[in-house]
Each structure stands twice: as C-alpha cells, then as structure tokens.
C-alpha cells in the first residue's frame, strides 16, 4: 500500500497540472476542470495496479483524462463552444521572434485558430489538444481515445 501511494503522489506532482491544463481547454471552465481533474486521479488511484512501471504513465494518464471529458459532454450535453481557448503563450508562438508586427499577426492567428478549435466536437477537439498542445504522436493519441490512427490522422 505504500509503494501504491508513493506511485500515486509521484504521478499526482508530476502530472496535476498538466492533466487539469488539458481539461481546461477541453471545457473551458475552472470549476469543471477542477471536478474533473479529481475524478481523473480518483481513476487513477484505481488503476493504479495494472500501470506498467516500465511504460510512460502520460499516455494512460491522457486517455483517462479524454475519457472523463467526453464522459461528462454526454452527461451534460454541453460545451462551452463560445469561450475562447486559453493556452499559454509558450504553446501560441514563439517568444524569440524579434519585430512587434510577427507577434501580433501570431496572436490574432492563434486567436483565430482557437475559436475555430472550440467549434469542434469535444472528440475532434481532444486529438487537435493532445497533437498540437500536449506534443503526443498520432499512434499515442490513437491508443489514448481508442481510436484508429487514419481517424487521428484526418
């Protein structure tokens, strides 16, 4: 029980930030972010057994995650689709571009962009944010919603 909870507190510091980032931009709402950040690591905690020490948590950990954001869609039957999607500007552009006007023309696309992501349905929206944010490969992302990849790649 011990090892189970140093795992559990090692994998919590690790990844509660990131997890509720994730969930964050799926929903666009701290107080749902919040619940459902917890109910992940609820999951989590029991799951916790059959985690493979050998393999890379995050993928489990994000598939989880989508799992409890599309979960909760279908309960609610909501999305926050008129919110702007919030993402730090380390994820937007890069920082070291060095003319205002680059910038600015990088901000109003990501703006952009980010309407246009928030229009999509919660699964499209979850392989865009897990690509294109979070970084994962499209066999990862597959694997994660337990989708085909040509579904991640289109």
């Known amino acids: 029980m011990k090892d189970k909870k140093e795992r559990f507190l090692s994998l919590f ?10 969930i964050y931009r799926m929903t666009q709402n701290k107080a749902d972010a919040e619940e459902l950040t917890q109910e992940v690591f609820i999951r989590v905690w029991n799951g916790l057994d059959d985690l493979r020490s050998d393999l890379s948590p995050a ?37 070291k571009i060095p003319l205002i006007e680059d ?14 992501i928030m229009t999509l349905p919660e699964d499209y929206r979850a392989v865009i944010l897990l690509h294109d944010i979070e970084g994962f490969k499209n066999s990862e992302i597959s694997h994660m919603l337990d989708i085909s990849l040509d579904a991640v790649k289109i």
């Open 13 to 22: 510091k690790e990844y509660e930030s990131k997890i509720y980032n994730f």
């Open 103 to 116: 910038e600015i023309y990088k901000a109003k696309m990501a703006e952009c962009i980010k309407g246009y």
């Open 59 to 95: 993928p489990w950990l994000y598939r989880i995650a989508s799992n409890v954001c599309l979960d909760s869609f279908r309960r609610n039957k909501h999305t926050s689709k008129d919110a702007p999607l919030e993402m730090g500007d380390e994820s937007l552009y890069d920082a």
